[in-house]
């Protein structure tokens, strides 16, 4: 219906509220002059008109609407007078047998399953549960903190009718903010990091949100990182609220009063161990802070990317998604936690791609992370131990990634059969580093120098010390790139490198075979090799002529 009348203040079933498109309310009396011009000016094609049980003030409003010509449907159990003709009747309740129907999308959040990780943990004594956060209808552990904070707001009156979120997120926080705007109403604007996969970002669209895309590699205090456009958006946009699930005290406690509860339920209270990827912290905060005060014998694990400062990074980038920090969020209470597992971006993919073939369930890289750490733990317990580790997330929306094997074996997870880059690379003579680069800031003629030094004619530039991953790879020179503009412009070289950086070299996986190395040539003279993740040398014509000759000898 186009506009619903509520006369008085009792409840309304919620079904007849979300079917307005608009919602007048008024007191117990006779229908004023003012609201029927609020109707009108709507231009409705239908009002629905409901009021207090067995009171003639519903009737007397839908008589009165009807009256200005307006079309009037009258929702009760009973007019209790002389229902005028032309106004449509309908019943207030459903007096059919009941439905097994939720309200809303809103309200299968929660209440996940556990499975039995029998297949991975086959070598383990102890019970190896998964908790499938996946199964909330937006798909990941997010929706939980994103329904609790939207309706804190609301409370609170941060957040209003027509209002904006604005949100910095990696995408499953995003989804989840994004289904409960649909809702209710609301307009969403997220800021995302850009080595989020473009399913990611394609999702949010589909719920009809702006994503606003920002680099990975700078500091969270730098004008352009996610953390500050995100923060400017909010004072700009009118009426816009930042829920900032890394600060907001109801992010841990919508796990505190959920998901803890639930796994301390489907466990009978034995569960002995809890494990799970930490990125605000809200998860693992709110999860232990309940298991805790049920039994503080259970164990809260941390599991963090390499280069997070949780497991005692910096905060360098690496690829999983989802997890890790460079920061420490608010959210996030390490008093609660009494173990940080570090685990690699290798372990994290490959852990992750062996749950899904061999336990069916198709799993993110921050569930790898979460099973390899959880295995770690779980290998000398007994078998009254119970290990319970949150699955945060489905691989659905990492298929152009970790389980693409092409994007794999670039990156140096995957190997391959023949003689591997690897190969070449370990093979290669001399006494050159194994990874010949420069910084941005390093002058033209260092760089020159660097060149002349070790030989080679081009060089990544990085924005820091290896090891780095290749959002750090800030691109590449060539000597005779250098000599042309040096000719051109003699002062540039007093200038810092970055003013003539042109593009990273192609990138090769240590994994994949030689011939694929050749094809990556065509244009340019060398590919950068990585290894897991990160850069560890440099693949030239040279080089792999030199293989083919050693090959030929023997």
Not at 466 to 480: F, I, K, N, T, W
């Amino acid at each position: 219906m186009d506009v619903l009348v509520v006369v008085g203040t009792e409840d309304v079933p919620g079904q007849l509220l979300e079917r307005a498109r608009h919602i007048v309310r008024i007191p117990e009396s006779r229908l004023g002059p003012s609201t029927v011009a609020e109707v009108r000016a709507r231009i409705p094609r239908d009002v629905g008109v409901v009021g207090p049980h067995g009171s003639p003030a519903a009737l007397d409003a839908a008589t009165g609407l009807h009256s200005a010509g307006l079309p009037v449907t009258l929702y009760t159990d009973g007019a209790g007078g002389v229902v005028p003709p032309g106004v449509r009747v309908l019943p207030l309740s459903d007096t059919g047998a009941p439905m097994e129907v939720s309200h809303s999308l809103l309200d299968l959040v929660g209440d996940t399953p556990l499975v039995r990780l029998d297949r991975v943990g086959r070598d383990l004594a102890c019970h190896f549960l998964a908790k499938l956060e996946f199964l909330n209808p937006g798909g990941s552990v997010k929706d939980r903190p994103a329904v609790a904070m939207v309706e804190a707001a609301e409370r609170a009156g941060l957040l209003g009718p027509g209002g904006t979120i604005v949100e910095p997120t990696s995408g499953n926080t995003g989804v989840g903010l994004a289904i409960v705007a649909a809702r209710k109403g609301y307009h969403c604007v997220f800021v995302m990091p850009d080595k989020i996969a473009a399913e990611k970002i394609d999702l949010l669209r589909a719920y009809g949100a702006e994503v606003v895309v920002c680099p990975t590699t700078v500091a969270p205090e730098h004008p352009d990182s996610y953390y500050s456009v995100s923060d400017r958006l909010a004072r700009e946009i009118p009426g816009a609220y930042k829920p900032n699930q890394y600060q907001n005290a109801d992010n841990p406690k919508a796990h505190e009063t959920s998901t803890g509860p639930e796994i301390w339920r489907q466990t009978a209270g034995r569960v002995s161990h809890f494990v799970a990827g930490i990125g605000t912290g809200g998860t693992i905060t709110g999860v232990g802070r309940y298991l805790k005060s049920q039994n503080p014998n259970v164990q809260i694990v941390g599991a963090d990317p390499e280069g997070s400062v949780y497991s005692g990074g910096s905060g360098r980038p690496y690829l999983v998604e989802g997890i890790g920090e460079d920061f420490w969020p608010g959210t996030y209470d390490p008093t609660v936690v009494d173990n940080v597992l570090m685990v690699s971006d290798r372990d994290s993919f490959l852990t992750a791609r062996r749950v899904t073939r061999e336990e069916g369930i198709l799993v993110g890289g921050s569930a790898g992370t979460a099973v390899w750490a959880g295995l770690q733990i779980a290998r000398p317990l007994g078998p009254d131990d119970v290990v319970v580790v949150l699955i945060p997330d489905s691989g659905r929306g990492y298929l152009s990634k970790l389980y693409n094997d092409g994007w794999m074996a670039d990156f140096g997870f995957l190997r391959s059969g023949g003689q591997s880059v690897g190969e070449v690379i370990s093979n290669k003579g001399g006494d050159l580093p194994p990874l010949i680069h420069v910084h941005p800031d390093d002058s033209v003629r260092d760089v020159i120098a660097i060149l002349r030094e070790f030989g080679v004619s081009q060089v990544p530039v990085l924005k820091v010390e290896p090891p780095v991953v290749a959002a750090e790879v800030l691109g590449s020179v060539h000597d005779r790139d250098l000599l042309e503009a040096a000719f051109q412009d003699p002062d540039l070289l007093t200038r810092p490198v970055s003013e003539v950086t042109g593009p990273p070299l192609p990138t090769i996986g240590v994994g994949e075979p030689v011939e694929m190395a050749v094809t990556r040539m065509e244009k340019v003279g060398a590919v950068l090799v990585f290894d897991a993740g990160h850069p560890v040398g440099i693949l030239t014509r040279s080089d792999v002529l030199g293989a083919l000759v050693g090959r030929s000898a023997t």
